[in-house]
């Protein structure tokens, strides 16, 4: 499955991510809010990694 929009599949990819990480949280931690704002950080910096190194792949090509 290719996705070609890469805000859509940064988007895809990072709650994918963030759905794994959470549910770890959920098993080792037992603060559950606690994890939760976890989960939201990590998806936030995945998403804006994935978007950021999409660009910088685009402007080495040029």
């Keep these: 499955m290719k996705i070609e ?3 859509l599949r940064s988007f895809v990819i990072s709650l994918i991510g963030s759905i794994m990480l959470f549910i770890l ?3 080792f931690g037992k603060n ?3 994890s939760w704002e976890i989960t ?3 998806f936030v910096l995945m998403m804006l990694a994935i978007i ?3 660009f910088l792949k ?3 090509n040029k």
Aim: proline residues 0%; charged residues 15%.
């Design 5 to 7: 929009n890469v805000y």
């Design 25 to 27: 949280s959920l098993f």
């Design 32 to 34: 559950v809010n606690y």
């Design 40 to 42: 939201m950080v990590y």
């Design 52 to 54: 950021g190194k999409h």
């Design 58 to 60: 685009r402007y080495d």
